[in-house]
């Protein structure tokens, strides 16, 4: 028996990270979170290059789209493919179907002027008509200046920032320095550490959270919209809200799957036209959220686009070929790996 459901919304990935799979081990064991970032995400994202960036996109996309999301809010970083890369993004992703808002992360890891091409990339994107939002990597890699310039671009286009939020202690001076310049539009991400309010909505990723040991988010005390994001660790938000539950569950029993569901559906908020796409699923209950917390392995059969258009058909894209896509991203994945 199936049954149907809106298509699923992604409110936090990392498109590049879908190449990650795999890759040779660091030189040194990383022992915290600045050194899983220093020595994994921060290496893969320099050798990062626009036709890498495409063929891990698309793969992201399209695993995504198998697992009934069609929304992603996307955060990317790729310090020496900056220009473009975001066009590249949001093409690898039309070319699936899936819904994308694009922003690029800047930062002032790569000095100040890298700063300001990131800055202007998400410009020239948003400004020339791309869904998207003004990335920021973290505060803690940016001086006040560039936050200020962020922030700033950010109104000027009338769009949110999407920035890393406290996800480890080292970011600990977040909430301080972020205090006087977010605004409702504001996406933070994890915010696991985040000593005060701030305003925007927050992503939470369970799992990516769990992986990199910074600690749990205690998302159901903020006051704050909650959304649910996977941050980089594929696309699956029925799997996504199920670790969302059992997280929460371990900290608190009385919470309900009703919760976890929730912070699904207020994804909808950053991608309306998801509410309209329509997902069939391999199980008769894919709408209850009890039955979905303790029912893993559901899978989506079928996706109709709110435009009518058939996205995915026995559990495979139609618009795309999987297979071309699965080869691609191998040989990109290769010549990732050999420049680390
Ligand atoms: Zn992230």
Known sequence: MASTTPGLVCGHHHLYSSLARGMPAPPLQPTNFLEILQQVWWRLDTALDLEMIYWSAKLGAVEALMSGTTGIIDHHESP???EGSLDVI???????????????????RHGSAAGRRGLEENRRFIASGGRGMVGVHAAFTCSDELLESASGLANDLGVGVHIHVAEGIDDLAAGKRLEQLAQDDWLLVHCVHLDRELRGTIAHNPRSNM???????????????????????????????????????????????????????????????????????????????WHVAFTPGIRAINVRSAEGEELLHDGLPTL?????????????AIRLFAKL
């Open 211 to 289: 992986n990199n040991g910074v600690g749990y988010a205690h998302p159901s005390r903020r006051a704050n919209k909650i959304i649910l994001g996977t941050d980089g660790i594929g696309a699956d938000m029925l799997e996504e809200m199920r670790l969302a539950y059992v997280a929460y569950r371990a900290d608190e029993v009385t919470l309900s799957p009703d919760l976890a569901w929730s912070w699904l559906e207020n994804g909808y908020d950053f991608i309306p036209e998801c509410r309209d796409d329509q997902v069939t699923w391999n199980y008769d209950h894919s709408d209850s959220p």
């Open 80 to 82: 020496n493919a900056i």
């Open 320 to 332: 795309v070929d999987l297979h071309e896509i699965r080869s691609k991203a191998s040989e990109a």
């Open 90 to 108: 949001a093409q690898a992703c039309s070319e699936v179907g899936v819904r994308v808002v694009c922003s690029y992360g800047v930062t002032d």
